[in-house]
């Protein structure tokens, strides 16, 4: 018996970007519905940086921007994103297979501005990866998603609760960093019922896909 044939495609790769609270993982979860119903094989993938975590650790109890400094910690979290993607979309990567993310370019950036780095060198090396296929930015007030993000029923995010002006400034970090990244984001009306959203994103998807 020989094995299946391998399938050497690249993937479909989806960026949902947006402050906390926009409606990212509702909208991720959605469309991974959407495609798997229509016999694509939907994947959610998170890049989290584990060298800040490591940095935090060090710092303890003082913030690592404070310790490191903050160009320092968002390059070497810039090439350890550089090597999770390579890791995740180089190898044997099947037909029709997508992935959708809401950590890429446009987060990684915005986070960095946030955290005071430069992110214009960041920007240089994050023009090294491939370009998603859709962009996806999904635009919402910061105080409505701060709302969002109290009433969620995990009540999980603490930072959000502890540091009230943190999504106001990261809305301006990613307005701040919107310039730097080299590929379109199509902005969708995150104000809209979670419905309205994921209808307008598989919209652009199908367009993508047919
Ligand atoms: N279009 C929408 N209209 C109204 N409420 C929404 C909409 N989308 C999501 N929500 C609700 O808002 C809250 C935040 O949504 P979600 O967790 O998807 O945001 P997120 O962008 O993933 O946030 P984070 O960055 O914190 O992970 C949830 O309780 C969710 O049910
Ligand atoms: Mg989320």
Not at 14 to 36: F, M, P, Q, Y
Not at 130 to 143: I, V
Request: charged share 20%.
């Amino acid at each position: 018996m020989c094995p299946a044939r391998l399938h050497l495609g690249r993937p479909v790769l989806i960026e949902v970007a947006g402050i906390d609270g926009s409606g990212k993982t509702t909208l991720v979860e959605r469309l991974r519905g959407h495609l798997n119903q229509r016999g694509h094989h939907a994947y959610y993938r998170a890049w989290p940086s584990t060298y800040k975590r490591i940095a935090a650790d060090l710092a303890h109890p003082i913030p690592w921007q404070e310790f490191f400094g903050a160009d320092q910690i968002e390059t070497a979290a810039a090439f350890e994103n550089l090597a999770a993607v390579h890791h995740h979309l180089a190898p044997l990567d099947h037909a029709r297979q997508v992935i959708i993310t809401d950590t890429y370019t446009v987060r990684w950036l915005a986070t960095a501005a946030l955290n005071s780095a430069d992110p214009e060198p960041l920007a240089a090396l994050y023009a090294s990866l491939r370009a998603p296929d859709l962009s996806l930015w999904l635009d919402l007030d910061p105080g409505a998603a701060r709302e969002r993000v109290l009433s969620r029923p995990s009540r999980d995010h603490l930072t959000t609760t502890r540091d009230t002006g943190r999504i106001a400034r990261y809305a301006q970090a990613f307005a701040a960093t919107a310039g730097l990244v080299p590929y379109h984001r199509h902005r969708v009306d995150a104000s809209a019922p979670p419905g309205q959203v994921a209808a307008e994103a598989a919209r652009l998807l199908d367009g993508l896909l047919n």
